[in-house]
Nanobody, 123 residues
Framework: QVRLVESGGGLVQAGGSLRLSCAASGTILSINTMGWYRQVPGKHRELVASIERVGNTNYADSVKGRCTISRDNAKNTVYLQMNSLKPEDTAVYYC?????????????????WGQGTRVTVSS
């Protein structure tokens, strides 16, 4: 069984910073894509940033220059450093990891999601 645990959300004033973390645990063979999404009530979940195993990154236009995604493959952990936060960054942030694990005599690749961590930016 695989589990993702997020941490680092909270309340911050506009212009402040937060660092989100998401660690995967369980019997894991490899992790390809890791990423962060966010969602506000009444809207679809949207991609914030993603990072491939080799380090290629992708950012939403709304966070470019303010957020940095990174990963520690040895710890199965993805991070999101968010700076210069704005009230419009307020959302529940979900981490995502595409994980390959052994299943019987084969391998299985599944997308896993964290439980969500709330980020609130006050003006």
């Amino acid at each position: 069984q695989v589990r993702l645990v997020e941490s680092g959300g909270g309340l911050v004033q506009a212009g402040g910073s937060l660092r989100l973390s998401c660690a995967a645990s369980g019997t894991i063979l490899s992790i390809n894509t890791m990423g962060w999404y966010r969602q506000v009530p009444g809207k679809h979940r949207e991609l914030v940033a993603s990072i491939e195993r080799v380090g290629n990154t992708n950012y939403a236009d709304s966070v470019k220059g303010r957020c940095t995604i990174s990963r520690d493959n040895a710890k199965n952990t993805v991070y999101l450093q968010m700076n210069s936060l704005k009230p419009e960054d307020t959302a529940v942030y979900y981490c995502y990891q595409r994980i390959t694990r052994f299943q019987r005599a084969d391998t299985l690749t599944t997308d896993y999601w964290g439980q969500g961590t709330r980020v609130t930016v006050s003006s």
